[in-house]
């Protein structure tokens, strides 16, 4: 009696995942739902198999930092400097060459050594012509780094003026001095909710976090809720708000979770949130 | 990314935009580990920039950059392997490194979600893998028989054996 319900079991076994995701034809999964009263084990998998497809379907997907766009975009900025220099060092090197030609009617030894001086002309030229350049940068970064700890009226001056990826670094440099109860809180909301690019946005997001001790963060991040249209601040802001347990987010929360224009992901993450804050 | 091909690099931005959460999440989860996850995926692009000239344009971006992928995560494994061989003190390292990672993603889990990442963990990688791609990167059995160098109906039954292996470890208590 038993041995053949273990083999038909063991034979229905291998039906389930496809039977709990409804991709098993018609007769087979009618043979599996005949089964399935008389089986207690291949009901408990059944069970099972559909706690677990759900909850793979809740698992959140991971959100990569930002430093991760950031380094691509450098990297990127890198590669295209690489298209460039091979065209223009080609210019400066013509004139030095002839000059070379024209000392190599001395003699070798000599020769030999004004063209080292020759070589040594056409590095050091090159040289400064990459130099100029790339100097831009090189001037842009160290003022970034220089104002090492600005005045939150500075920094705000600064974010005018600086891109985007200046920005991000002028941000993430301000909160490491920055004690709560700072006005660089206000100049971080302003950023988060008026900057251009949703990268800055998101490395402000960041920066507050770590002041979130101070009661206007909790206070600017709610209100920014109602603000951000970027899929990726609005996952950080709702993430956020969870995390630091703000209940007066709900309202906003729950609008959000309504609004048509947020992508699904967003009002999933929303609706997720409002289940843990109350 | 022909375009990304002949040299106009401002056009791997979109691709960057639009595929970069999707790979990091796919390193993620296989190597179980954020920082991982996020050199892997910078390596992608690097190699994307570096091999554009590789870039057939009749063949999908997506199956290109996914085979990529799964290269670099070859070649980490292997090292991996090879460090693990040559000194077990690494195992060390490894464990600060994910520490740090962890500061700012630690906002997020919830012990729910430790218990299916640690049940993922524990199934053989190959598993893991087709888990990964069919559950969380929305592959396809067309897609992933693709990638893996096999049929649909074989990815099928390979997933559907992964489930049922996850769900042994994941309610084995």
């Not at chain 1, 993430?239 to 992901?265: F, G, N, T």
């Amino acid at each position: 009696m038993k041995t053949p319900e273990l083999s038909a079991c063991h034979e229905l076994e291998t039906l389930l995942p496809a039977y709990v995701e409804r991709s098993l034809p018609a007769a087979e999964a009618q043979r599996v739902a005949a089964h399935l009263p008389t089986c207690l084990s291949c009901q408990l998998q059944v069970t099972q198999l559909r706690a677990l497809t759900d909850d793979l379907d809740a698992a959140l997907p991971e959100v990569p930092r930002t430093a991760l766009r950031a380094n691509f975009m450098a990297l990127l900025e890198q590669e295209k400097q690489l298209l460039k220099p091979a065209v223009a060092p080609a210019a400066p090197v013509q004139p030095e060459a002839k000059e070379a030609k024209m000392v190599s009617m001395w003699p070798t030894a000599l020769a030999n050594g004004w063209m080292r001086i020759a070589a040594s002309i056409v590095l050091i030229a090159a040289g400064v012509l990459l130099g100029r350049n790339l100097s831009w940068k090189d001037g842009e970064s160290s003022s970034v780094a220089t104002n090492a700890k600005p005045a939150p009226a500075e920094l705000a001056q600064s974010m005018r003026q600086a891109s985007a990826s200046d920005r991000i670094q002028l941000v993430s440099n301000t909160s490491k001095q920055t004690e709560p109860g700072d006005p660089t809180v206000q100049v971080l909301l302003n950023t988060l909710n008026f900057d251009a690019s949703p990268n800055v946005r998101l490395a402000a997001c960041e920066a507050l976090y770590r002041l979130r001790e101070d009661p206007q963060v909790r206070e600017g991040l709610v209100h920014s809720l109602s603000i951000q249209t970027d899929p990726n601040v609005q996952i950080t802001l709702i993430d956020m708000v969870v995390a630091m347990r703000v209940r007066r987010a709900v309202p906003q929360l729950e609008k959000l979770s309504k609004r048509a224009d947020a992508l699904p992901v967003v009002r999933a993450q929303a609706e997720a949130g409002i289940g843990k804050l109350i | 990314m022909a375009a990304v091909r002949a040299d106009d690099l401002d056009q791997l931005v979109p691709l960057f935009e639009r595929y970069h959460g999707p790979l990091f999440n796919y390193l993620t989860r296989l190597t179980n580990d954020r920082e991982t996850g996020e050199d892997l995926t910078q390596t992608v692009f690097e190699r994307i920039l570096k091999y554009r000239s590789s870039y057939q344009p009749t063949q999908p971006f997506k199956a290109w950059v996914y085979q990529m992928a799964r290269n670099v995560h070859a070649d980490y494994w292997q090292r991996q392997q090879k460090l693990r061989a040559a000194d077990a003190d690494v195992e060390d390292v490894e464990r600060t490194g994910a520490l740090r990672g962890a500061a700012f993603s630690q906002m997020r889990v919830s012990n729910h979600h430790d218990d299916l990442h640690e049940a993922l963990n524990l199934l053989p990688a190959p598993q893991r893998e087709i888990l990964v791609l069919n559950r969380f990167q929305g592959f396809g059995y067309e897609e992933i028989g693709q990638l893996l160098g096999c049929t649909a109906e074989a990815a099928r039954v390979k997933a559907h054996r992964a489930l049922q292996a996850l769900r042994k470890i994941y309610f084995a208590n």
